[in-house]
Structure formats: C-alpha cells, structure tokens
C-alpha cells in the first residue's frame, strides 16, 4: 500500500534521512519507532507532502506520490494525525471533526460522524464545547477522530501517546488495535517503543536518519540490542 524507496530528506542543506525503506501493506500496523530527533516527523512530512524530499521515491497504492502536493495526498487516502493533537482550541468539537472532511469524506460526512462518536463516546458529551477546553486524552481523541472523518486507507499516527497519563496510554493502544481489526491500515510512529511492539505487525527503529533494525514486532520485542536502548536492560 505504502512503499518508501531509498528516501533522503531534510531541511535546506541538513540531510536528516539517509536512504530509508519502509513498506506499510493493507490491513497491516506498522511501527515506526525510534527517540526523538531520529528522523520520525521529517519521514512523516515527507510521506504526507509536507516536504519534498531530496532523493528517492514514495508509492501509495502503486501510484508515485514523490513531491505531491498534500491535499492531493489526503485525497488519495493517505491521512495523518501529527504530533502535538493540532486542535482548532476556539472552534467546538463538531467543527474540528467536520473540518476532518473537508477534502475527503464529505459526501458520507453525517455516517462518519457518527461512526467517530460511536469510537469516542466523550467526545458526543463535549460536541459543543471548545476544542481548547478537552482534556489532553480527548484532544488527542479528537485528533484521531478529525484524521478519521475523512475515511483514510491509511492512517499515520505520530506520537499519538505522547503526554498521555498511563492509563490512557493504554485506551489509546487499545483503540488503535479496534481501528486496525476493522481493516485499517495504520503506520504508528512512537517514543513508546515496547507497548508499540505488542499491536504492530512489523516494525522500523530509526536512529541518526537510517532504519537500524527491521522484522517482525514480536522477534524485535525480544532483540537484545533494542532492549538495551530503550529499556536498559
């Protein structure tokens, strides 16, 4: 579905990636984890069309997406949630969800409401109130629920963890998992590496700008080296 081909990328004359190659297929999650400052946003821009990249190609479902303009990616169905929720704080819930469909999903916008308010029973409580006035959880909810409006075949998830207390942490796992089990394809990109590990299928470790490790979550979960980078033990 996703396919990341030899990608270099950056910022002017600073090269942050290094040749990455990264595949997503349908219906899979893949995690793409590493600290921060490894690369994971600017892979993320640039798969979105944020940025064009410096050398190499990106294919969405077979067709060559390099370089194109975002809201054409988000047509395509290539949807992502960013870091840091990116509410509208002054507008209400039900504006920043329907603003969700504004490019894509509008003529089935009254299903997907309910469809996201079905996923997130709080936010049907809040419709009205200002975005701003969520809890950190429900805004990230909110996020969620705005990238799913307008009916994405891929959902990029960046940190959608982040700042979270620890049970929500956990909620927010176990929704992701409910969203891929209806046949959503999501790429999750995450600092939380070990509870990333237990809902991906496969997974990338991205260090200084290159994949450093790849396989199957559950083989990586177990890799030594991972496990002293990010556990310490």
Same mark, same amino acid.
């Given at each position: 579905?996703?396919?990341?081909?030899?990608?270099?990328?950056?910022? +002017?004359?600073?090269?942050?990636?290094?040749?990455?190659?990264?595949?997503?297929?349908?219906?899979?999650?893949?995690?793409?984890?590493?600290?921060?400052?490894?690369?994971?946003?600017?892979?993320? #821009?640039?798969?979105?069309?944020?940025?064009?990249? *410096?050398?190499?190609?990106?294919?969405?479902? /077979?067709?060559?997406?390099? /370089?194109?303009?975002?809201?054409?990616?988000? !047509?395509?169905?290539?949807?992502?949630?960013?870091?840091?929720?990116?509410? *509208?704080?002054?507008?209400?819930? =039900?504006?920043?969800?329907?603003? +969700?469909?504004?490019?894509?999903?509008?003529?089935?916008?009254?299903?997907?409401?309910?469809?996201?308010?079905?996923?997130?029973?709080?936010?049907?409580? =809040?419709?009205?109130?200002?975005? /701003?006035?969520?809890?950190?959880?429900?805004?990230?909810?909110?996020?969620?629920?705005?990238?799913?409006?307008?009916?994405?075949? &891929?959902?990029?998830?960046?940190?959608?963890?982040?700042?979270?207390?620890?049970?929500?942490?956990?909620?927010? *796992?176990?929704?992701?998992?409910?969203?891929?089990?209806? +046949?959503?394809?999501?790429?999750?990109? !995450?600092? #939380?590496?070990?509870?990333?590990?237990?809902?991906?299928?496969?997974?990338?470790?991205?260090?200084?700008?290159?994949?450093?490790?790849?396989?199957?979550?559950? !083989? &990586?979960?177990?890799?030594? /080296?991972?496990?002293?980078?990010?556990? +310490?033990?």
């Amino acid at each position: 579905m996703l396919e990341v081909a030899n990608l270099r990328a950056g910022y +002017g004359p600073i090269e942050v990636l290094r040749g990455i190659d990264l595949t997503v297929a349908a219906g899979e999650i893949v995690a793409l984890l590493g600290s921060n400052g490894a690369g994971k946003s600017t892979l993320n #821009n640039n798969i979105s069309g944020l940025y064009r990249p *410096f050398e190499g190609t990106i294919r969405f479902d /077979g067709k060559d997406i390099t /370089g194109t303009s975002s809201t054409q990616i988000v !047509e395509a169905g290539l949807v992502q949630v960013p870091e840091g929720r990116r509410v *509208f704080p002054n507008l209400t819930v =039900r504006d920043n969800l329907e603003l +969700g469909s504004y490019r894509r999903g509008k003529p089935a916008r009254a299903q997907n409401l309910e469809r996201v308010l079905t996923t997130f029973p709080r936010l049907r409580e =809040r419709l009205r109130q200002a975005a /701003g006035t969520l809890s950190g959880g429900e805004q990230q909810m909110l996020a969620i629920g705005r990238g799913l409006m307008a009916e994405p075949r &891929l959902l990029i998830l960046d940190e959608p963890s982040l700042g979270l207390s620890p049970l929500l942490v956990e909620e927010m *796992f176990a929704l992701i998992g409910r969203l891929n089990a209806d +046949g959503l394809a999501i790429l999750l990109v !995450e600092q #939380n590496v070990m509870q990333s590990l237990t809902i991906a299928h496969r997974a990338y470790v991205l260090e200084n700008g290159r994949i450093a490790l790849q396989g199957k979550a559950a !083989e &990586l979960a177990e890799h030594p /080296g991972l496990r002293k980078s990010y556990l +310490g033990h």
